[in-house]
């Protein structure tokens, strides 16, 4: 039998997922920035600044920020970890890792961008001190998979950061849910020429695992000590997690 996996409220077949995350993106990569700050007011610039905060990321270590996307996170981590430490940003979609390097070059910042599925990255064990995913588990068709994945690439005594949609607060989800299924898809109609692209945003948040269920399934990675903080009364999520 055929295995299945959620494309927001739909079941498509595993190996379709990807297909149709790459097009997705692919359709909205030239105003991806620009949707962020519209649809989240710019918080989600205080977000990535929150998480890349608690990462602890000090000078001269290894950082793999893994869909990376336009790479607003890496080069806050290259930042921080200087000319003696090394950032790596991937992403499976050619489209938004080109942006992303672009956005770097412009920076003065020359980094490794690799193209590659979070599920299967292209690293040996034991390699970085910090392992950042800013809202790309969501998108991935097998989270354990790329959760066991990205803990193989760390170091004893390195971090993982998991910035992602989460369950906000109750009284709130009526206001969300409006918020989500009805403006969010008008904007992406008005800006970015796709409304479908962002109906399927609002129905992957809802089907990913809340935060209870994403701590749960860190620490069946093998992660330890795995705590999260919710962000804008849960509508965000910073987990952590470390390998020991």
Same mark, same amino acid.
């Given at each position: ?12 077949? +595993? ?20 949707? &962020? ?7 989600? !610039? ?15 270590? !290894? ?22 430490? +090394?950032?790596? @940003? ?7 890792? !080109? ?9 003065? $910042? ?10 299967? @990255? ?7 001190? $910090? ?33 992602? *949609?989460? !369950? #906000? ?9 409006a918020y989500s299924f009805g403006l969010l898809p008008r904007l992406g109609r008005l800006v970015a020429n796709d409304a479908e692209a962002y ?12 935060? +209870? ?15 999260? *903080? &919710?962000?804008?009364?849960? #509508? ?7 390998? *020991?």
């Amino acid at each position: 039998m055929t295995k299945t996996t959620d494309f927001g409220y739909q079941k498509v077949p +595993e190996g379709e997922k990807s297909q149709r995350v790459a097009g997705v993106f692919d359709s909205v990569a030239a105003r991806y920035d620009l949707m &962020n700050d519209l649809m989240s007011g710019g918080l989600h !610039r205080l977000w990535k600044r929150f998480a890349v905060e608690a990462s602890g990321v000090r000078p001269g270590e !290894r950082v793999l920020d893994v869909a990376g996307g336009t790479g607003d996170v890496a080069l806050q981590f290259a930042r921080r970890v200087g000319a003696t430490g +090394e950032v790596v @940003l991937t992403d499976v979609n050619t489209e938004m890792l !080109r942006r992303g390097r672009d956005r770097l070059l412009d920076a003065g $910042c020359l980094l490794p961008a690799v193209q590659c599925d979070g599920e299967r @990255l292209p690293f040996g064990a034991d390699r970085f001190d $910090c392992v950042s995913v800013a809202f790309g588990l969501r998108n991935m068709t097998r989270k354990e998979a790329a959760l066991a994945e990205m803990r193989r690439v760390l170091k004893p005594g390195g971090r993982l950061l998991v910035l992602e *949609f989460s !369950r #906000v607060w109750g009284p709130l989800r009526p206001l969300y849910d409006a918020y989500s299924f009805g403006l969010l898809p008008r904007l992406g109609r008005l800006v970015a020429n796709d409304a479908e692209a962002y109906r399927y945003l609002a129905e992957s948040i809802r089907v990913h695992p809340d935060q +209870e269920a994403l701590k749960a399934m860190m620490e069946q990675a093998g992660l330890e000590r795995v705590e999260y *903080f &919710n962000l804008a009364a849960g #509508v965000v999520a910073l987990h952590r997690g470390y390998k *020991f």
